[in-house]
């Protein structure tokens, strides 16, 4: 089963053509892989909870290691890294993307503060 598909703005030249973002994935926002991670959150809900639930229920991943003479290995990936994987979200991404956003709440919150003492 391959993950559902995301949809893209189209891209002209190597750049989108809404927000002029550099790069084949751009979704046309500020915080580009926040929104692929809203679009498919349904999805990774509900498999995020049959993966909680196959642990619950004592079910453990593993993998074939063909190093150690085809022996199974157990697969310590935590969940949100596997749904990231699966549906293609790049988590180095989306942490910076939240510093971004918080760094844009710091200056506007610093900006309304200044607003109010200036009684602006």
């Given at each position: ?62 993998r074939i290691s063909k190093r150690n003479g085809d ?35 710091r200056v506007e919150s610093a900006k309304q503060k200044i607003r109010q003492e200036?009684?602006?």
């Open positions: 089963m391959t993950p559902p598909q995301i949809t893209h703005v189209k891209i002209k030249h190597g750049r989108c053509s809404i927000c002029g973002h550099h790069g084949a994935d751009c979704t046309g926002s500020e915080y580009p892989e926040h929104d692929r991670l809203k679009s498919i959150s349904e999805y990774s809900q509900q498999i995020g909870a049959f993966l909680e639930w196959l642990q619950e229920d004592g079910v453990v991943l593993a022996r199974l290995l157990f697969d310590h990936q935590s969940i949100p890294e596997r749904l990231a994987r699966y549906f293609g979200i790049d988590q180095n991404k989306l942490e910076a993307e939240k510093r971004e956003m918080l760094a844009a709440i200036l009684a602006i």
